[in-house]
């Protein structure tokens, strides 16, 4: 499993709640129905170091391997509708893919 994380800065003049509600609703529903997707959070950032570098947003997507989720991201309807939605809320992303390591077994997120 591989997991792609997104870091998302909001566009310019645009509210944090109005970015949350558009990130987590209409881009989300592009993105559920991505092929091969097998897992999707949204992190909200409450406060970054240094403050002038702060994200707005940390996203998480499983696949099953990175070659899967480059076939999704490159997927028509998908890498159209992505993009296009993406210049509703967004002025920046940067994204890495990684592999997990546990160490100490986070709480369950309810």
């Given at each position: ?8 800065r ?14 987590t ?26 403050a002038?570098?702060?994200?707005d ?5 499983w696949?099953?391997?990175v ?7 490159a997927t ?18 940067q994204?890495?893919?990684v592999?997990?390591?546990?160490a ?7």
């Open positions: 499993m591989i997991k792609r994380i997104s870091f998302l909001r566009k310019e003049g645009m509210s944090q709640e109005d970015f949350f509600a558009h990130w609703g209409p881009h989300a529903d592009i993105v559920r129905q991505m092929p091969g997707l097998r897992g999707l959070r949204f992190g909200r950032v409450q406060s970054w170091t240094p002038e570098d702060a994200w947003g940390v996203g998480e997507i696949f099953d391997s070659e899967d989720a480059l076939k999704a991201f028509e309807p998908f890498k159209s509708l992505l993009a296009e939605d993406r210049k509703k809320f967004t002025r920046e992303i994204a890495c893919f592999t997990e390591q546990t100490v077994q986070p709480p369950a997120i309810g």
